[in-house]
């Protein structure tokens, strides 16, 4: 499903006006971009439109770097990023005429995920960095089973991919083996059902699958908190400058700081800002 | 009788005159004759400019990437990491996945989808082929989007858990008939010269031998193929089966309109020389349309090389070259997934190689789909000239 979202993102990229026309609405806020903070931007807008009628918003996922292409062709409102913006792209923004203001929405730690079967419960981030540089290839080699390592990783378009790259690769590539699939909800479905599969994914997509501790430390809401799980990086939410106090627009970007916005990012299995 | 001749003709004369358009009225239609086929020009010309456009609007794009990065790493290298501080944009793995996913698919499609076409156009009663037919059509309206959920959620998982048993019982399936088949006509062939007396004799202790060595192998292969792991369900393979059923509906409808093409004389001249029907398919038949069935494959070529959708959700998307090349059940990336794929992440704004890398593969993919076109077109208008149509 995601990855129709993607294709009619893309879509929505090439139809710019179209998009324009939509976002000078006041009423209604149009969303996009990353598939990780997607399920917290749903609830938001399930929560706000069920409180205020009159203000419609929709909500799409295709991932962080079309979100971020988005709201530079002001094509939406509201940007959901996995990972800060590029100089690359506040370069391209500035240059559009937008002035792009970050808002941290909710703190997510990357889990590494294998299949429930597997037996190995922990591994340390450099045995994580060569499991997907390909340097170990088989469980075996980490005390497990004799199986073939299968390496899935989101698509280069993510945030997710970004920030694994930045906080587990340190700049070293991944495998040519290297699986890639279009969202979150992808890579728990194929580990789920691969025996021998290694993924990493927000918090929020760990059901059913195995969580591994790394270096030690199992990824919770209170690990994130106090920094002491390594592998954790913001979500964020951008505009085109800062919203004016009182709108539709400023309260949906400042929900997550409310009481309910923080249950709202609980529930949905992230981590609520301070 | 000569009054009413001349009565006749006058007649003729004052309804003619009738007939004939008033100045205003030949002016009126005449020109609305002109709109009327400007107007259909224009549409048709439409069409024909969408796709010029199309072509001009790629490489216009396309061209600055071999003007930044040059030929030679992105036809050679098989490094692809075109996100890294360092970018590499090596696509020899990409198009040898995408051109491996093709064979593959090629290799399901062509064989069924000729015999399937065989079979409706001269094998199945007129009445069995009219329920058929739509049938294998009904495929081609199914939406990529749900082959390609049925790849990886379906398909991808039962590769995963009984994929060697399913390559043993695939083995069985296609080689038992191909076995029995070859074993007899070599039976037949090499027991020809013997005299008539011990023929039936020779032939039935040569095609007893000949078969219980075929299925000794048989039974090899599907045991080593039985023993195969796949420790990825989303590969070349899941795809290229997936792909070659796509496909399918393509093949046969060209491939039965150009065997229908051949016409009804051909098959009767065929059968008053003495010919069976098997004979008269294999040798008549499938010779005179063998243009047009080239068509069929070219055209089902390109539905797998384009398809997008199966290949991005199923395949896998590790861009390698698989070890060794024809290994299908290793994971596979081709160049429209890549390009579904990375779009959002190309940076248009910069225009960076990274953007433009994508048009220069969409540019290979329209190149190589406008050479199979031409190829097929050409085979087409061929068939036509052959049976003089």
Same mark, same amino acid.
């Given at each position: 499903?995601?990855?129709?979202?993607?294709?009619?993102?893309?879509?929505?990229?090439?139809?710019?006006?179209?998009?324009?026309?939509?976002?000078?609405?006041?009423?209604? #806020? @149009? *969303?996009?971009?990353?598939? %990780?903070?997607?399920?917290?931007?749903?609830? !938001?807008? /399930?929560?706000? =439109?069920?409180?205020?009628?009159?203000?419609?918003?929709?909500?799409?996922?295709?991932?962080?770097?079309?979100?971020?292409?988005?709201?530079?062709?002001?094509?939406?409102?509201?940007?959901?990023?996995?990972?800060?913006?590029?100089?690359?792209?506040?370069?391209?923004?500035?240059?559009?005429?937008?002035?792009?203001?970050?808002?941290?929405?909710?703190?997510?730690?990357?889990?590494?995920?294998?299949?429930?079967?597997?037996?190995?419960?922990?591994?340390?981030?450099?045995?994580?960095?060569?499991?997907?540089?390909?340097?170990?290839?088989?469980?075996?080699?980490?005390?497990?089973?004799?199986?073939? #390592? @299968? *390496?899935?990783?989101?698509? %280069?378009?993510?945030?997710?991919?970004?920030? !694994?790259? /930045?906080?587990? =690769?340190?700049?070293?590539?991944?495998?040519?083996?290297?699986?890639?699939?279009?969202?979150?909800?992808?890579?728990?479905?194929?580990?789920?059902?691969?025996?021998?599969?290694?993924?990493?994914?927000?918090?929020?997509?760990?059901?059913?699958?195995?969580?591994?501790?790394?270096?030690?430390?199992?990824?919770?809401?209170?690990?994130?908190?106090?920094?002491?799980?390594?592998?954790?990086?913001?979500?964020?939410?951008?505009?085109?400058?800062?919203?004016?106090?009182?709108?539709?627009?400023?309260?949906?970007?400042?929900?997550?700081?409310?009481?309910?916005?923080?249950?709202?990012?609980?529930?949905?299995?992230? *981590?609520?800002?301070? | 009788?000569?009054?009413?001749?001349?009565?006749?003709?006058?007649?003729?004369?004052?309804?003619?005159?009738?007939?004939?358009?008033?100045?205003?009225?030949?002016?009126?239609?005449?020109?609305?004759?002109?709109?009327?086929?400007?107007?259909?020009?224009?549409?048709?010309?439409?069409?024909?400019?969408?796709?010029?456009?199309?072509?001009?609007?790629?490489?216009?794009?396309?061209?600055?990437?071999?003007?930044?990065?040059?030929?030679?790493?992105?036809?050679?290298?098989?490094?692809?990491?075109?996100?890294?501080?360092?970018?590499?944009?090596?696509?020899?793995?990409?198009?040898?996945?995408?051109?491996?996913?093709?064979?593959?698919?090629?290799?399901?499609?062509?064989?069924?989808?000729?015999?399937?076409?065989?079979?409706?156009?001269?094998?199945?009663?007129?009445?069995?082929?009219?329920?058929?037919?739509?049938?294998?059509?009904?495929?081609?309206?199914?939406?990529?989007?749900?082959?390609?959920?049925?790849?990886?959620?379906?398909?991808?998982?039962?590769?995963?858990?009984?994929?060697?048993?399913?390559?043993?019982?695939?083995?069985?399936?296609?080689?038992?008939?191909?076995?029995?088949?070859?074993?007899?006509?070599?039976?037949?062939?090499?027991?020809?010269?013997?005299?008539?007396?011990?023929?039936?004799?020779?032939?039935?202790?040569?095609?007893?031998?000949?078969?219980?060595?075929?299925?000794?192998?048989?039974?090899?292969?599907?045991?080593?193929?039985?023993?195969?792991?796949?420790?990825?369900?989303?590969?070349?393979?899941?795809?290229?089966?997936?792909?070659?059923?796509?496909?399918?509906?393509?093949?046969?409808?060209?491939?039965?309109?150009?065997?229908?093409?051949?016409?009804?004389?051909?098959?009767?001249?065929?059968?008053?020389?003495?010919?069976?029907?098997?004979?008269?398919?294999?040798?008549?038949?499938?010779?005179?349309?063998?243009?047009?069935?080239?068509?069929?494959?070219?055209?089902?070529?390109?539905?797998?090389?384009?398809?997008?959708?199966?290949?991005?959700?199923?395949?896998?998307?590790?861009?390698?070259?698989?070890?060794?090349?024809?290994?299908?059940?290793?994971?596979?990336?081709?160049?429209?997934?890549?390009?579904?794929?990375?779009?959002?992440?190309?940076?248009?704004?910069?225009?960076?190689?990274?953007?433009?890398?994508?048009?220069?593969?969409?540019?290979?993919?329209?190149?190589?789909?406008?050479?199979?076109?031409?190829?097929?077109?050409?085979?087409?208008?061929?068939?036509?000239?052959?049976?003089?149509?």
């Amino acid at each position: 499903m995601k990855t129709i979202n993607k294709v009619m993102a893309m879509m929505a990229v090439v139809g710019m006006g179209v998009g324009a026309a939509v976002a000078a609405d006041a009423n209604s #806020i @149009v *969303v996009d971009g990353s598939t %990780t903070v997607g399920p917290v931007a749903k609830a !938001f807008a /399930e929560y706000y =439109m069920g409180k205020h009628q009159s203000v419609n918003i929709t909500v799409s996922e295709s991932g962080s770097g079309n979100g971020a292409k988005s709201l530079i062709n002001a094509a939406c409102d509201v940007a959901t990023m996995s990972r800060p913006m590029k100089n690359s792209e506040k370069k391209a923004a500035q240059d559009a005429g937008v002035l792009a203001i970050e808002h941290v929405v909710a703190l997510d730690g990357l889990a590494v995920i294998v299949h429930s079967s597997n037996p190995r419960g922990n591994l340390t981030i450099e045995q994580i960095r060569d499991i997907f540089t390909g340097k170990i290839t088989n469980w075996r080699e980490l005390g497990g089973r004799d199986q073939k #390592i @299968v *390496v899935i990783s989101r698509d %280069t378009n993510s945030g997710t991919y970004e920030s !694994f790259n /930045e906080l587990v =690769m340190k700049g070293q590539k991944l495998k040519g083996a290297a699986e890639y699939v279009g969202s979150g909800g992808a890579i728990r479905q194929r580990v789920l059902s691969t025996e021998a599969a290694i993924g990493y994914v927000g918090l929020a997509f760990t059901e059913g699958v195995k969580t591994l501790q790394v270096n030690g430390i199992i990824p919770t809401p209170e690990t994130v908190i106090a920094k002491t799980y390594p592998i954790a990086s913001p979500l964020y939410m951008y505009t085109n400058g800062r919203p004016k106090e009182g709108t539709a627009l400023h309260d949906f970007v400042n929900l997550c700081k409310t009481p309910e916005g923080k249950r709202i990012v609980e529930d949905t299995g992230y *981590v609520p800002v301070k | 009788m000569a009054t009413g001749l001349n009565s006749s003709g006058v007649d003729a004369r004052r309804h003619g005159s009738s007939l004939l358009l008033s100045h205003r009225a030949r002016r009126v239609q005449r020109i609305t004759g002109l709109l009327g086929s400007g107007f259909l020009l224009a549409v048709t010309s439409l069409s024909t400019f969408a796709v010029l456009f199309i072509f001009f609007f790629i490489a216009r794009d396309a061209l600055p990437f071999f003007q930044l990065q040059g030929f030679t790493q992105f036809f050679t290298s098989a490094h692809w990491y075109p996100s890294s501080a360092t970018p590499e944009f090596g696509s020899l793995a990409i198009f040898v996945g995408s051109g491996l996913v093709t064979l593959g698919a090629a290799l399901v499609a062509v064989p069924l989808g000729i015999t399937a076409a065989v079979c409706l156009s001269d094998v199945l009663p007129f009445s069995t082929r009219q329920v058929v037919k739509p049938v294998i059509e009904i495929l081609a309206a199914i939406p990529s989007v749900a082959y390609g959920f049925f790849a990886l959620v379906v398909f991808a998982p039962l590769l995963q858990e009984r994929g060697g048993q399913l390559l043993q019982v695939a083995s069985w399936v296609i080689g038992a008939p191909m076995a029995i088949l070859g074993v007899v006509v070599a039976g037949d062939l090499l027991t020809d010269r013997i005299p008539a007396g011990a023929r039936s004799g020779a032939r039935w202790i040569l095609i007893s031998v000949l078969g219980a060595v075929a299925f000794w192998g048989l039974w090899r292969l599907g045991v080593s193929l039985g023993g195969i792991t796949i420790s990825s369900g989303t590969n070349a393979l899941n795809v290229s089966i997936i792909l070659g059923i796509m496909a399918l509906p393509t093949v046969v409808s060209v491939a039965e309109d150009a065997i229908q093409a051949t016409g009804r004389e051909l098959r009767e001249g065929s059968y008053a020389l003495g010919a069976t029907r098997s004979e008269t398919i294999l040798r008549t038949i499938l010779p005179a349309a063998s243009s047009g069935i080239m068509a069929a494959v070219i055209l089902g070529v390109m539905r797998a090389v384009g398809e997008t959708m199966v290949v991005w959700m199923a395949s896998g998307n590790a861009a390698q070259i698989p070890q060794p090349w024809y290994n299908m059940l290793q994971p596979v990336r081709t160049l429209t997934a890549t390009i579904a794929g990375d779009m959002g992440e190309a940076d248009q704004a910069t225009g960076s190689s990274r953007f433009h890398v994508l048009f220069a593969m969409a540019l290979c993919l329209l190149v190589f789909s406008f050479i199979c076109n031409l190829v097929s077109e050409w085979g087409v208008r061929r068939t036509r000239r052959k049976v003089g149509r």
